[in-house]
């Protein structure tokens, strides 16, 4: 027994101290589910280039992201959602625009996945907060004309994200906008504090999302669009959303182009702006800045001039933008302009 | 007498852990405590509050965001609850293992399914968790829960939605599986430790060999197993990953009936934990703190009741 | 006067077939996990899994089990000395009413559930102290939560050191200190160890209060005290089963079937210490 500690002991030193010899600079980036597809294909292959840097990608969601880059625990936090003014106060993060995402609204009702269902904000905010129960509830029969005999007398089972998260920011965002009664109860956050809704299901992350969604006939949930090939795979319908000019888009890249088209001129020099129900006949109304939240006092000399090696790398045409990126998760790059205040976020970076 | 001293510097260590972990809870979270009051214990809502708001909310001194409430009452029932029925479940079918092992198994099996049992008791709560999400809840939510809410639903808390099979109802089952071992094993002492005498002079008097158990074992046991029940209904009451994977996640709402989501503490401590560090003012992640303090005074309790009465058993004989 | 007596015996028939099925059924559950765990992980092993690390939801689980044996390593390491050292104060210098103190703490520390250990480590180390994710938070987590079962088998094992043995020990001359090297502590080494092993099957195991201590690392774990956050087996079947990935889930119930050996093996080897020890107690007696 003794002597097989003693091996086991040896072994396991004898691996660590080897990994110890080829130590380098150690960056842990943390938060958005939404954002953790396309940081995963940045950081493999940013990676097979430098060595001399290693970043550790994890999927927390946003608020995780947010608060422990704080914290100072990650030096990038993952983020779908800006920072709000009380946060900011208490700690001055940079909030830089990595790329532009969207969100779909997904639900699986059997035989009615390859339907794409018209919904509003009013009528989402009516499912979450319990005021619209079953799927051939008036309301929604009103916005779908064509199927209103096949939505089926069952109960809808809405699902939220338990973790802080920024996809919650922005679809809490979309239902703020279009519905009073929200705006004056939930509000907007990354976590906010749900409705009372009997059959109400939370679930951790985007994955989570689609899991949970899959798993359980007549759920209806918010997912990321970076999902849509796990959402496809998993037979889930999606819905065609309300814009403020009133017609009813899908997320694609010409409808989230538009959106965000309308709202780059808006953009402050911080660059914390809701991109959310933007004007436009042919705009998508859930769409937003995937952030990363930095510290821009880094103490350490080494993890400061990895940190903005990477992140110019990012917000390179000729590196994390480059389009074979962006499109395999359905993302948008960053228009010059945008690219231009976030490089100038980054060379504040101390 | 050097190593007296070391040894005592090694007893001091475990004194101070206790004491320090305690004071440092009560330190911390004495701002929650008094921003939340009774609130934390009755109030249902959770709600860190407008993150992107002005102005503040103020209770006794404390400011919090702008409409800040930390009721904890959905996860203490919550926790109760689970807790409760999954007693429901393992009792009966802990003393059934048990006196079946002393008094039904023969000698050669009694090493092997002793044996199981530890092993059930060392399984990690996540592969539970894992065996919960993929088998037991597609079991309940299409199987179980649909039968049960369609067929007996006149029952209070049996009827109304099925749900999704995450909820009260798998929590509750993945609970009594992972304490029945615990069980088990402790009135499987118990009772091994009563003299042989008492059988067989019940036996001898013409009783069947059910008689002799129920009307002359089981009385001179009962602190034991109270005992035993109450160590099973502590680990219950804090089993932290397993209960988060199939329990719903359920927030803002109580249970309406044996199938809906529900939380418990420590279930919402792993789950709300990063949220409620992105609150500005602090005083989220200091409720949590209150509620993981509620929780460890609530196991604190009935541990020690646990082992007053697994002590007074020891004594008895 | 006769059907009574059948009735009862019948009865008695009855609830025993009740008890024997409710031991069956345990078993039957036990088997369906089993089961599960076994067929589902023995298909997604294959040998790239214990020499790549996980690179984002794919990859192999190297840094994962090298990232648990430091972490269950260190973490017996620290409890050892402490948790042995406070039994060996406690049965053989303490006075008594300290005696009862320290076993009410230990008490405390058994009531103490483990996501609590793992919140008060996060706030005071990773946080105010400013450690970060760390080898050392998650050690002290783990060490923590084996602490109550070290030190109560080593208290029982020390306290059922025969007197006579001691007393024969002194009698003969030897010094305390030699009694206590020669013949308490070689008595009550298996039953200590006993309880060493079923504290390390618990820290295998243990999630939630590594989640906010060791964190989570995609890379081969470093020695580094602090600032290095560590990866370990529990997380990847906590996280990964939720991913909507096939490679993801693999790794998860690779993961776990991992988890299940080193249970099976720390639980076999627990076991066959009490044998020994128990087998030695009769020779002696």
Not at chain 1, 9 to 33: H, K
Not at chain 2, 127 to 145: D, F, K, S
Not at chain 3, 66 to 72: A, I, N, P
Not at chain 3, 272 to 279: D, K, M, N, P, Q
Request: proline share 5%.
């Amino acid at each position: 027994m003794r002597k097989f500690t003693a091996v086991a002991l040896a072994a396991v030193f004898a691996l660590g101290s080897l990994a110890a010899a080829r130590a380098a600079t150690p960056i842990l980036e943390t938060g958005s589910s939404l954002l953790y597809p396309l940081m995963n294909l940045w950081v493999a292959s940013y990676q097979a280039k430098n060595h001399t840097v290693q970043i550790t990608t994890q999927s927390t969601g946003s608020g995780t992201g947010i608060s422990q880059a704080i914290a100072g625990v990650a030096q990038i936090g993952a983020s779908d959602a800006y920072m709000g003014d009380p946060q900011m106060r208490g700690h001055r993060m940079l909030n830089i625009p990595l790329a532009i995402s969207a969100q779909q609204i997904n639900y699986n009702i059997p035989g009615l996945n390859n339907v794409h269902l018209h919904l509003s904000g009013p009528v989402l905010a009516g499912i979450y907060m319990g005021r619209i129960k079953y799927w051939n509830d008036p309301q929604i029969k009103a916005l779908n004309r064509p199927y209103a005999g096949r939505l089926p007398h069952r109960t809808i089972i809405p699902i939220h994200r338990t973790d802080g998260s920024g996809d919650t920011f922005i679809f809490s965002q979309y239902l703020s906008f279009t519905t009073p009664m929200w705006s004056h109860g939930p509000g907007y956050g990354t976590s906010i504090s749900w409705p009372s809704v009997s059959t109400a299901v939370g679930a951790n992350g985007n994955p989570g999302m689609v899991q949970a969604c899959k798993a359980t006939p007549y759920s209806i949930a918010y997912i990321g669009v970076s999902f849509i090939n796990e959402t496809n795979k998993a037979g889930l319908g999606y819905g065609l959303l309300k814009n403020r000019a009133g017609r009813f888009v899908a997320p694609t890249a010409s409808t989230i182009g538009s959106a965000a088209a309308a709202m780059y001129p808006k953009t402050p020099r911080d660059e914390r702006i809701s991109l959310v129900f933007a004007p436009g006949a042919n705009s998508y109304p859930i769409i937003n800045y995937e952030y990363a939240i930095v510290n821009p006092h880094q103490k350490n000399a080494e993890t400061r001039e990895a940190l903005v090696k990477f992140l110019s790398w990012v917000l390179d045409h000729n590196g994390g933008q480059e389009m074979h990126f962006l499109n395999a998760v359905h993302f948008l790059p960053l228009p010059a302009s945008i690219a231009k205040l976030s490089r100038e976020q980054v060379a504040q970076i101390h | 007498m050097l190593a007296g001293v070391l040894t005592s510097v090694a007893a001091g260590i475990c004194l101070l852990l206790v004491v320090l972990m305690l004071v440092f809870l009560l330190w911390y979270t004495w701002p929650a405590i008094r921003y939340n009051g009774l609130s934390i214990l009755n109030d249902m809502t959770w709600n860190i509050g407008n993150q992107y708001g002005t102005g503040s909310s103020v209770h006794n001194g404390v400011a919090a965001e702008p409409g800040a409430e930390f009721g904890g009452l959905v996860f203490l029932v919550g926790t109760l609850l689970s807790a409760l029925l999954a007693m429901v479940f393992a009792v009966p079918l802990a003393l059934g293992v048990a006196l079946t092992i002393v008094y039904r198994l023969p000698e050669r099996l009694r090493l092997p399914v002793n044996a199981l049992i530890e092993l059930m008791a060392g399984i990690p709560s996540v592969v539970y968790g894992l065996w919960g999400t993929i088998v037991l809840v597609p079991w309940v939510g299409n199987r179980v829960a649909p039968f049960v809410t369609h067929h007996f639903g006149f029952i209070p808390f049996l009827g109304g939605d099925a749900g999704s099979g995450n909820g009260l109802f798998a929590a509750a089952i993945v609970l009594a599986i992972m304490v029945m071992p615990i069980m088990v094993a402790t009135v499987r002492d118990v009772l091994l430790a009563q003299p042989k005498s008492i059988f067989e002079a019940s036996m001898a008097l013409g009783s069947t060999s059910w008689q002799a158990v129920t009307h002359a074992v089981l009385p001179s046991v009962r602190t034991g197993i109270v005992g035993a029940i109450l160590v099973a209904f502590g680990r219950a009451l804090g089993e932290t990953m397993a209960v988060l994977m199939v329990a719903g996640n359920a927030i803002n709402i109580l249970p309406h009936n044996i199938f809906s989501p529900i939380n418990t503490i420590a279930a919402v401590v792993v789950s709300q934990l990063e949220s409620a560090v992105s609150d500005a003012s602090g005083v989220a992640q200091r409720s949590l703190a209150e509620l993981a303090l509620v929780l460890f005074v609530i196991s604190l309790t009935v541990n020690t009741v646990a082992r007053v009465a697994i002590r007074g058993q020891d004594r008895s004989h | 006067m006769v059907s009574r007596v059948t009735r009862n015996v019948a009865i008695s028939r009855l609830w025993w077939v009740l008890c024997i099925s409710s031991l069956v059924g345990a078993l039957l559950v036990l088997l369906s996990l089993f089961g599960f765990v076994f067929v589902r992980g023995v298909a997604a092993i294959r040998p790239e899994i214990f020499f790549t690390v996980t690179q984002g939801i794919a990859g192999g689980l190297a840094n994962a089990i090298v990232g648990t044996l430091l972490l269950v390593t260190l973490a017996i390491v620290l409890v050892v000395p402490v948790g042995i050292g406070a039994a060996v104060w406690v049965t053989q210098f303490a006075p008594d009413r300290l005696r009862i103190v320290v076993r009410l703490s230990i008490d405390v520390l058994f009531g103490v559930p483990s996501i609590v250990v793992g919140y008060f480590l996060y706030v005071a180390l990773v946080e105010t102290a400013g450690w970060g994710f760390s080898l050392v938070a998650g050690s002290l987590a783990l060490a923590i939560i084996m602490l109550p079962y070290v030190y109560r088998a080593a208290d029982l094992a020390f306290s059922a050191v025969p007197r006579d043995l001691v007393e024969a020990s002194v009698a003969l001359g030897a010094r305390p200190l030699t009694t206590f090297v020669r013949v308490a502590f070689p008595w009550a080494l298996p039953g200590t160890l006993t309880g060493l092993l079923i504290g390390v099957g618990i820290a295998v195991g243990e999630t939630a209060p590594l989640i906010y201590t060791a964190g989570w690392s995609n890379y081969m774990p470093t020695l580094a005290p602090t600032h290095s956050p560590v990866g370990y087996l529990t997380y990847v079947v906590w996280t990964f089963i939720n991913e909507p990935f096939k490679q993801s889930h693999q790794l998860a119930y690779a993961a776990a079937f991992l988890l299940m050996i080193a249970i099976f093996v720390t639980n076999f080897v627990a076991r066959a210490g009490v044998e020994y020890w128990a087998s030695r107690t009769r020779s002696h007696s």
